[in-house]
Nanobody, 126 residues
Framework: QVHLAESGGGLVQPGGSLRLSCEAS????????IGWFRQAPGKAREGVSC????????YYASSVKGRFTISRDNAKNMVYLQMDSLKPEETAVYYC???????????????????WGQGTQVAVSA
């Protein structure tokens, strides 16, 4: 049974940093693209970043480019999202998701992802 578990969320001041982790079980992580999405109250889910199966390519939403960094350790079945210079409007529940396939690129299309975690809350506030 596939299971994705996010961790690392919490309360941080504007300008601060958090590192989110996504632990995968029940699958061979190097056969999956991993994406990070977020959903704020009353808003649609939006893509944040994704990483190709082998980690060779990444993609970032324009709003986070230069501040967020996605990485993966397939040997540990882990994917990370380092978030720096956080803004209050980035308060949301953050989800990791897995798309099956050996893809050298990735896209932030929620309907393409097969498995989702339960999410971790990130709150950016003074």
């Amino acid at each position: 049974q596939v299971h994705l578990a996010e961790s690392g969320g919490g309360l941080v001041q504007p300008g601060g940093s958090l590192r989110l982790s996504c632990e995968a079980s029940g699958l061979t992580l190097d056969s999956y693209v991993i994406g990070w999405f977020r959903q704020a109250p009353g808003k649609a889910r939006e893509g944040v970043s994704c990483i190709s199966s082998n980690g060779g390519n990444t993609y970032y939403a324009s709003s986070v480019k230069g501040r967020f960094t996605i990485s993966r350790d397939n040997a540990k079945n882990m994917v990370y999202l380092q978030m720096d210079s956080l803004k209050p409007e980035e308060t949301a529940v953050y989800y990791c998701a897995a798309e099956g396939g050996l893809y050298s690129v990735c896209m932030l299309l929620p309907m393409e992802y097969d498995y989702w975690g339960q999410g971790t809350q990130v709150a950016v506030s003074a």
